[in-house]
């Protein structure tokens, strides 16, 4: 069983940067795609990024390209999520998640495991 847990959330301001780190134990050697989904108060949750797990290819939601860069280290089993230039819309419970099927690495349905979620709240 996969297990994922997430740090690095906070409360910052308006163009301030905050990196999310993603730590899997359980395995992952197998895994297609790690990805980040946040959802805000009274939102459906939403994709933001995602990268391959062996390729390293990422993925963005539009809202956050450009702004917002995906990594992995396949040795330490972590995924990060480095985000730049924050905005208040950005303000929300970003989750990590990892996908076994080689499908659509944004589709929220396609991922198999999902972390706890930790919580990002930026101020204008």
């Known amino acids: 069983q996969v297990q994922l847990v997430e740090t690095g959330g906070g409360s910052v301001q308006a163009g301030d940067s905050l990196r999310l780190s993603c730590a899997a134990s359980?395995?992952?050697?197998?895994?297609?795609?790690m990805g980040w989904f946040r959802q805000a108060p009274g939102k459906e949750r939403e994709f933001v990024a995602a990268?391959?797990?062996?390729?390293?290819?990422?993925f963005y939601a539009d809202s956050v390209k450009g702004r917002f860069a995906i990594s992995r280290d396949n040795a330490k089993n972590t995924v990060y999520l480095q985000m730049n230039s924050l905005k208040p819309e950005d303000t929300a419970v970003y989750y990590c998640?990892?996908?076994?099927?080689?499908?659509?690495?944004?589709?929220?349905?396609?991922?198999?495991?999902w972390g706890q979620g930790t919580q990002v709240t930026v101020s204008s």
């Open positions: 990268i391959t797990w062996k390729i390293g290819f990422p």
């Open positions: 359980g395995g992952t050697v197998s895994a297609f795609a």
């Open positions: 998640a990892v996908a076994f099927r080689s499908t659509s690495a944004r589709g929220e349905s396609n991922y198999d495991h």
